[in-house]
């Protein structure tokens, strides 16, 4: 089993920037796709990328493809989003997520541990 807890949410203006982490427990962080999601309010919640852990490719959604970045560092059990040119669509609370299986998943029921959110919210 692993825990997750993700932080460096925050308020920025349209345009900005800000970088997402994901702290995970357990010595097996390196063997679980990894992805993130986020929920507005009065929305479900939606893909915005993954990282496989089998080659560590990545993939994301096309509305966030191209400014938003994923990576990991398996040394220190961490998921990183780096969010660039911001726009007020994408406020949201943030998930982590993780998935025992290697693969390319978009889905909510293809992860198996999540953890609580962090709001981002962008003003313009």
């Known amino acids: 089993q692993v825990q997750l807890v993700e932080s460096g949410g925050g308020l920025v203006q349209a345009g900005g920037s800000l970088r997402l982490s994901c702290a995970a427990s357990?010595?097996?962080?390196?063997?679980?796709?990894m992805g993130w999601f986020r929920q507005a309010p009065g929305k479900e919640r939606e893909f915005v990328g993954g990282i496989t852990w089998i080659g560590g490719s990545t993939y994301y959604a096309d509305s966030v493809k191209g400014r938003f970045t994923i990576s990991r560092d398996n040394a220190k059990n961490t998921l990183y989003l780096q969010m660039n040119s911001l726009k007020p669509e994408d406020t949201a609370v943030y998930y982590c997520a993780a998935a025992r299986l290697n693969g390319v998943f978009r889905t909510t029921r293809q992860y198996d541990y999540w953890g609580r959110g962090t709001q981002v919210t962008v003003s313009s």
């Open positions: 357990g010595r097996t962080f390196s063997t679980y796709t």
